[in-house]
């Protein structure tokens, strides 16, 4: 499952600050400059994003973690640089959105057999 809160974004012309209001109440204390009705709708490519992110597998059954599956996240929407499936699952998203139940396999794609390869344990 992936559990993700969109919690701010840039875009490349010009810079602009979103929060979750969780982040409004925490930076209530601090001075800072939020947006509060931001003229952005949506998250779209080369935006520069940050994700609460938690992965979870079905039946929570993990032997080792091979990667991270939880914590803050940011990349640049659609270069690329972290799973193809998340960056398709944020397109479009709005700052503050939340869903979950989305399949791994919006990460990684379908299992294919063909690519499947047994290595002997000597080697």
Not at 75 to 84: A, D, E, Q, S
Not at 99 to 107: K, L, R, T
Request: charged fraction near 20%; proline fraction near 5%; glycine fraction near 8%.
């Amino acid at each position: 499952m992936i559990d993700c809160d969109t919690a701010s974004f840039t875009e490349s012309k010009t810079l602009r600050t979103m929060t979750t209001q969780r982040q409004e109440e925490a930076a209530a204390s601090t001075p800072t400059t939020t947006l509060s009705s931001p003229s952005i709708a949506a998250i779209s490519g080369q935006s520069i994003v940050t994700v609460d992110l938690r992965l979870t597998p079905e039946n929570d059954f993990v032997p080792e973690s091979l990667f991270d599956t939880s914590g803050r996240l940011s990349f640049v929407l659609g270069w690329g640089n972290y799973l193809p499936g998340v960056h398709a699952l944020l397109e479009g998203k709005t700052v503050g959105e939340h869903f979950e139940g989305v399949s791994i396999d919006a990460g990684w794609g379908e299992r294919r057999k063909e690519l499947i390869v047994a290595v002997p344990k000597s080697k």
